[in-house]
């Protein structure tokens, strides 16, 4: 990965969570948070 791709890909992601907290109250940003804890403690429990 460049140096130009990763900074386009921030910039995206932090736009796309700037959008959700303008329009969603962060909903969700918590729903794929909660989400991605479900998975850790999925594949914790597999190893």
């Not at 921030?10 to 909660?34: Q, Y």
């Amino acid at each position: 990965m460049t140096n130009t791709v990763a900074v386009y890909l921030g910039l995206l992601i932090a736009a796309a969570l700037a959008l959700d907290i303008l329009a969603n109250d962060g909903e969700e940003v918590l729903f794929l948070g909660r989400k991605f804890l479900d998975l850790m403690e999925w594949v914790e429990f597999w190893n």
